[in-house]
């Protein structure tokens, strides 16, 4: 005990020693350290707890570039996706809907039920998800996936130009990815097992309206109670206006995605040029090895 008490003495003098700001660094780096820990932050790039929000089961593992990549395949699809996820969400929005109601379909809490029901199954991850299921964790996947909608990769149309007619040089093609209705819907281990396709989706709606529900509950409930226009055009409205769906934070536009296109076939052909270039000169190189090899040889039979 003694000992002990010593040491206890000890640390606290080499503590008192320490500058005062080197201990408030300290301790500041120590809880951010912990609170990144607890957001999920440090889950290879991932921001928001990705494995206990969404999915029980990863087959695949989840790489340091996949959340840059599934939100710039998002960007290519969030505005149908938000509309599709909004059809469902306000299909009985009445006129009496108030601000609060619409506010309360968009956040999606998880009702006691559903979590006493992953209780009642003894399993750590269903629970977990239970929990976590709200807003876009639980939007994509029963507003658009369990709807018979799902997403797939395909050539993006080029924007409307002035000279529709034109033929466009086939390595122009920009390549991303598109939503698809009238889809079977997958089983529930399929729906809570990651991968880089739903987690587009996902992305798809937290860009949207995940991170503009408030503005997207105000717009709704005032335009429904005023009775202006049907409930479609108003969700259009309302996933490009408040949700900014036509916004690109980390997609490229179509004509930066063309230029990249572009540049990759080029790249392609001089990497293919070089290749032969150096492939034609080996192969000199080779018929004067074997030709001074000839005469070598001719020269040794002369001389027998």
């Not at 529709?164 to 040089?169: G, L, M, Y």
Request: glycine share 8%; proline share 3%; hydrophobic share 30%.
């Amino acid at each position: 005990a003694t000992n002990q008490q010593a040491s206890r003495v000890a640390a606290m003098a080499r503590l008192s020693r320490q500058p005062l700001a080197t201990m408030v660094w300290r301790w500041i780096c120590g809880c951010v350290f912990f609170m990144h820990r607890g957001a999920g932050w440090m889950e290879d790039g991932f921001t928001d707890g990705v494995d206990g929000a969404r999915y029980s089961l990863f087959q695949d593992d989840v790489k340091p570039t996949d959340e840059l990549e599934t939100k710039k395949a998002g960007e290519d699809i969030k505005c149908k996706v938000c509309e599709v996820i909004l059809g469902n969400l306000f299909s009985n929005v009445g006129m009496l809907a108030s601000e609060d109601h619409i506010l309360n379909l968009l956040e999606g809490e998880p009702s006691q039920e559903e979590i006493d029901e992953a209780i009642a199954q003894r399993d750590k991850n269903l629970v977990n998800l239970a929990r976590g299921r709200k807003g876009c964790n639980r939007h994509f996947k029963d507003s658009y996936l369990r709807k018979g909608w799902d997403v797939e990769g395909c050539v993006i149309p080029p924007p409307q130009s002035d000279e529709p007619d034109k033929k466009r040089p086939p390595w122009l093609t920009v390549y991303g990815t598109c939503t698809k209705s009238g889809q079977p819907v997958q089983n529930e281990t399929k729906m809570n097992t990651y991968s880089t396709r739903m987690e587009a989706i996902y992305w798809a709606c937290q860009l949207t309206i995940g991170d503009h529900m408030d503005a997207i509950a105000k717009f709704v409930s005032k335009r429904v109670k005023a009775g202006e226009g049907q409930i479609e055009a108003i969700i259009q409205e309302a996933c490009e206006k408040k949700a900014r769906c036509k916004q690109l934070k980390y997609q490229g536009t179509y004509a930066q995605r063309e230029k990249e296109a572009d540049d990759n076939w080029k790249k392609q052909q001089m990497d293919a040029l070089e290749s032969t270039k150096k492939s034609m000169k080996k192969q000199e190189k080779d018929k004067k090895r074997r030709r001074r090899s000839k005469s070598t040889s001719d020269g040794a039979s002369g001389e027998l």
